[in-house]
């Protein structure tokens, strides 16, 4: 296809030059260090780890047999993937790295900012305040590649030596449809459309991994993320897109395999956030109404604010005129929509501190976060939403296997914040960048 065609163009033009002696001398010096020479991390967007155990994963669970299994892995708060892509190569929160949720903020003098969510995502990694893994390895002179489904996720990309934009790079029509239930009045073709990003991503993946080897891969596999928002969590149509996940997951181990390179990889698989299903009739603010940035319950009082969307299930508010930011809280929590109200000023009245949660960046984060009631959706109609600090949405599977990780061990708490750390301890890279918040895993890891 022509996308595919344009890629290989650009990344020819663009990308260093690799191949022969470069890499064997880096698998050496690798190998002097004690470690793995290349780590694939894989990222099933929405993926709950209940419907996991569901789903027919026989790659996944061979991994897992063979590797270490984390039951109680959580993401950040708001649990969207805008934020998750940028969490997980900082190994940081949103309080460090800066990316709050929403498309956008309102700065102090109420201007809007871009968050990268439309447009060309690498402006705004300068909005970034943490250095990622990326980064790292440029330093030490290894490379990278970050394939990202949605495009925005490259906002995170900021040192990767590689990066493919599914935006710009998969089929137009599928790209299109993503969030569609129905395709020309199939629901199946709608399907059939979400899975096929997930195949092109990975084909061009395994492009660059073929003729480059990077000594890391990040790749989003948002299929089912797209079913989940389309067709609800708790869809048949969702357990298809993971298990076709995972048939895209042991695609790209026995392409590693055929490299020759199995024994000197690891594989880290994770998700973003995971999802409610909600019920879909009742929608709060409609995108179709001021684009869904405006809450009539604030609206009625002559409260000047502005809405962001954190996943569909959680919002952030920022309230123009701080000195009304207290009647602004006590409308919104009269609203049988809120569940829970996130603020920081005492006054409010609020559940818990957007400090306490680590998702408070000061100049950016909304005045409020309210997490919906799982009655209802935020601005589009649909049955699956996240966002929200609810168990669905915060926890995520994360599973290590490959070359120095520990076999057959399961394991307790594990955060996203964790794999960035973690990754650079199996390329045997001691952070001379990295500001991580999270840890290095060691209990999964092989004693040296």
Not at 91 to 117: C, F, M, R
Not at 198 to 224: A, H, K, Y
Not at 255 to 278: K, W
Request: with cysteine; glycine share 10%; charged share 20%.
């Amino acid at each position: 296809m022509r996308a595919h065609a344009w890629l290989s163009a650009t990344l020819l033009l663009s990308a260093p030059a690799a191949g022969g002696p470069i890499l064997e001398e880096r698998d050496r010096a690798l190998s002097a260090r004690g470690g793995s020479r290349h780590v694939f991390v894989v990222m099933l967007d929405g993926t709950r780890p209940d419907a996991l155990r569901r789903a027919q994963a026989p790659a996944l669970q061979g991994l897992a047999a063979a590797g270490v299994t984390y039951l109680q892995a959580r993401t950040q708060y708001p649990s969207q993937t805008r934020v998750s892509f940028v969490t997980l190569p900082t190994g940081s929160y949103p309080d460090g790295h800066g990316i709050v949720g929403g498309d956008e903020y309102k700065d102090e003098s109420w201007n809007t900012q871009s968050l990268g969510a439309t447009g060309d995502p690498v402006p705004a990694q300068a909005l970034v305040r943490r250095p990622t893994m990326f980064e790292e390895l440029t330093a030490a002179g290894l490379t990278s590649l970050y394939a990202a489904m949605k495009g925005y996720e490259l906002v995170g990309a900021r040192g990767a030596t590689w990066t493919i934009n599914g935006k710009n790079t998969l089929d137009a029509t599928a790209y299109a449809t993503r969030y569609q239930a129905e395709v020309a009045g199939s629901a199946d073709l709608a399907l059939g459309y979400k899975l096929l990003l997930g195949r092109q991503l990975l084909d061009q993946t395994l492009e660059i991994v073929r003729r480059e080897r990077p000594s890391l891969v990040v790749v989003n596999l948002g299929s089912g993320d797209y079913a989940a928002h389309s067709f609800g969590p708790d869809d048949p149509r969702y357990l298809r897109a993971l298990e076709y996940g995972d048939a895209l997951l042991g695609d790209l181990v026995k392409a590693v395999e055929a490299l020759g390179i199995r024994d000197r990889s690891v594989f880290v698989i994770s998700a973003d956030h995971g999802f409610t299903q909600v019920d879909g009739r009742r929608v709060v603010a409609p995108k179709s109404d001021h684009d869904g940035h405006r809450l009539e319950v604030l609206a009625a009082r002559g409260i000047e604010h502005f809405v962001t969307n954190a996943g569909g299930a959680a919002m952030g508010v920022y309230v123009r005129d701080r000195a009304r930011l207290v009647e602004a809280a006590s409308a919104l929590r009269g609203e049988t929509w809120c569940a829970s109200l996130y603020c920081e000023d005492p006054k409010a009245g609020c559940d818990r501190s957007l400090r306490s949660l680590r998702a408070y960046f000061p100049g950016r984060s909304p005045d409020l976060m309210v997490d919906l009631d799982d009655d209802y959706a935020l601005n589009y109609a649909q049955a699956g939403q996240h966002g929200s600090l609810r168990d669905e949405d915060m926890n995520i599977p994360l599973v290590l296997s490959g070359a120095g990780v520990a076999q057959g061990k399961v394991l307790g708490k594990a955060s996203l914040v964790d794999v960035a750390p973690t990754v650079l301890r199996l390329l045997g890279l001691t952070p001379k960048l990295l500001r991580a918040d999270g840890r290095v895993l060691e209990e999964a890891l092989v004693a040296p």
